[in-house]
């Protein structure tokens, strides 16, 4: 049966996102399955995709969404059976595979990850990849720091997708998080999701000149990259930790070692892509247990659009740095 997607066309080198209502899929190959999708969401790396970035998508048309969440409605694997509820994020997923901007997506059985019990499909798209980035980022810090609470953590482009969730995580487990933010005007809103301190960026780029500043995080989580991490180094306290997601400000990094070698700290990569499902398995239990997110606050870093304003919502996420999340409903 036909159904609705969204389609990125090719026009004499210019790149546009259109609602349509006749895509299929051919018949199953072995080991693929095919999902009803429920809910999406929408990243950086959608819009990357639906703006003809060949470094994210080679051919078009396509259908962009590395995020999804639904029923399978045919498989050719025994591990999953039509009735399943099941999340796929990441791997090959909205980059050179059609996506989860569709109402149905059809990809390897060994992406997919059993919905959990206790998370909605609703809540599993409101966490995306993002969520699952900023959980593993946490989950990293754990593993160095053991308990977080009563930690001062700063998350760094607090009020995007992967941030934003951060600092609702980190406030439940009871760090002190400072979040640093570019928009001063979303400041009672990042204190709304638990930020105890918010700061502009331009407090990181103080240290600059110096080679190491006086210690004031125990932790951070760092979505940005480039110059701003450098400089977020220089403040980590003895023995502190820094998760590493993002680079939102830039890919390289050009830092001393003195923070690794005067005082310990240490730099923890972040992958949630291509990390084995069981791993991505481990954190949407948490988001559906012990992590499960505040019902105000998710609710306050969430907008929810339908399939219909996709178009319009990729294009508008390169030009304005957009709060929080976006789900789709389809
Ligand atoms: P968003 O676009 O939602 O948020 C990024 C935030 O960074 C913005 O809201 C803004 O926050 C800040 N920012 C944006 N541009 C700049 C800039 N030029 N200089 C400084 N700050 C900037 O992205 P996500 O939260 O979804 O992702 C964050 C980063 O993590 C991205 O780089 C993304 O590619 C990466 N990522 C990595 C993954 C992995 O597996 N390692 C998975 C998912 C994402 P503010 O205005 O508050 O400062």
């Excluded at 999804?68 to 099941?86: E, H, L, N, T």
């Excluded at 980022?137 to 760094?156: E, H």
């Excluded at 607090?158 to 487990?173: N, P, R, T, W, Y």
């Excluded at 907008?303 to 219909?308: A, D, F, P, Q, T």
Aim: charged share 20%; hydrophobic share 45%; with cysteine.
């Amino acid at each position: 049966m036909p159904f609705k997607a969204v389609e990125v066309r090719e026009e004499q080198g210019s790149y546009r996102a259109a609602i349509i209502d006749h895509a299929e899929f051919s018949d199953l190959a072995d080991g693929e399955v095919r999902i009803a999708v429920e809910y999406s969401s929408l990243n950086y790396k959608d819009a990357l995709s639906a703006a003809g970035n060949k470094g994210v998508t080679r051919n078009y048309p396509h259908t962009p969404g590395i995020d999804a969440v639904g029923r399978v409605i045919a498989s050719a694997s025994a591990d999953w059976a039509p009735g399943d509820q099941v999340i796929v994020t990441g791997y090959d997923l909205g980059m050179n595979t059609r996506g989860g901007l569709a109402e149905q997506i059809q990809v390897p059985a060994d992406w997919l990850v059993a919905l959990p019990d206790g998370l909605s499909p609703a809540d599993a798209m409101m966490l995306g990849t993002a969520g699952l980035t900023a959980g593993l980022c946490v989950d990293k810090l754990q593993r160095q720091l053991g308990d977080l609470s009563g930690l001062r953590i700063a998350v760094t482009g607090a009020s995007g997708g992967v941030g934003s969730i951060a600092v609702v995580l980190l406030k439940q487990l009871g760090a002190e998080v400072t979040a640093i933010s570019g928009k001063a005007e979303q400041y009672a809103f990042l204190q709304s999701l638990g930020a105890s301190h918010c700061a502009a960026p331009a407090m990181l780029a103080e240290f600059a000149s110096k080679p190491m500043v006086k210690p004031q995080f125990d932790a951070a989580l760092d979505t940005l990259g480039g110059e701003p991490l450098a400089n977020l180094l220089k403040a980590i306290s003895p023995d502190g930790a820094v998760a590493c997601c993002g680079l939102a400000a830039g890919v390289a990094l050009n830092s001393s070692v003195f923070p690794f070698i005067l005082r310990g700290v240490c730099l923890l990569g972040v992958d949630s892509v291509e990390i084995p499902r069981e791993r991505k398995a481990e954190i949407w239990q948490r988001f559906a247990g012990p992590w499960q997110l505040d019902s105000e606050r998710s609710a306050a870093l969430l907008s929810e659009v339908g399939l219909n304003e996709v178009p319009e919502q990729l294009a508008r996420f390169l030009s304005v740095s957009v709060c929080g999340r976006i789900r789709v409903k389809l």
